[in-house]
């Protein structure tokens, strides 16, 4: 009889020297069956089906915020509708928005919300030696130290225009997308997507299912729009790497 299945296990069969050559060069690399098949399809399953999820948005001056699933619940139709409205009008001005699913992993550990459940060992997992090693090694960094994370759920409609992360006092060293979208197609669009100085489309990562992309910050990237005619989530687990 199989043992258990781990809830997070980095695959070893991963080519971590060809990895760090790649990083090295591009600053950036999607790193493909990430964890073994089975714990993917546990994480999957947590994102799919455990999460209660709230939505995050953002419009210009107005945010960030982070509504939890109870009180998004709750509110009406219009009501909702209005963070649509209001993000939309800002990206159309050209100003900083987004839109997305969320459920913000670090700040339910630190407030308790669900003690002990599969996002607190999620995060205990992403901070613990096999994968902070792994990203350290890909990197090159060993200074890396901690990560926080969020899970993610972009849905038909939603997206996060571009930036940059310089938010070199919180330590933000590198961005990770733990990507768990499955049998996603490229018309859906929710790519990840990086820019030169002059806006043009220098690199374009596809959601994947089990595929973890690192990339240096700063460095100018979004989520482009989600189709109105996607018929699945664009799941996520994403945040940084930091050296403090």
């Not at 003690?115 to 090694?137: S, W, Y």
């Not at 901690?146 to 993610?152: G, I, N, R």
């Not at 759920?153 to 940059?164: I, K, N, R, T, V």
């Amino acid at each position: 009889m199989s043992g258990p299945i781990a809830l997070f296990e980095v695959n070893p069969k991963l080519d971590r020297e060809s990895l760090a050559r790649t990083f090295a060069r591009e600053r950036r690399i999607q790193i493909g069956d990430v964890l073994t098949a089975g714990t993917a399809e546990v994480v999957h399953r947590i994102l799919e089906h455990e999460t209660p999820w709230g939505l995050a948005w953002h419009a210009a001056e107005e945010g960030p915020f982070n509504v939890r699933n109870q009180a998004l619940a709750a509110m009406p139709p219009a009501a909702r509708g209005e963070f649509g409205r209001k993000t939309g009008q800002a990206a159309a001005r050209g100003d900083y928005a987004f839109m997305y699913g969320q459920y913000p992993m670090l700040d339910a550990y630190l407030n308790q919300w669900d003690q002990g459940g599969p996002h607190d060992l999620l995060l205990e997992h992403i901070n613990d030696a096999p994968f902070l090693d792994l990203v350290r090694e890909v990197t090159g960094m060993d200074m890396l130290v901690k990560a926080d994370a969020q899970a993610t759920l972009f849905a038909p409609g939603q997206f996060l225009s571009m930036h940059d992360d310089s938010h070199e006092h919180e330590g933000w060293q590198v961005a990770y997308v733990l990507s768990l979208a499955k049998d996603w197609r490229p018309d859906w669009g929710g790519y990840l997507m990086f820019y030169d100085e002059e806006g043009d489309v220098i690199a374009g990562l596809r959601p994947r299912f089990n595929a973890l992309n690192l990339f240096t910050v700063p460095q100018r990237h979004n989520v482009s729009y989600v189709a109105p005619y996607a018929p699945i989530a664009r799941y996520a687990i994403t945040g940084w790497f930091r050296d403090h």
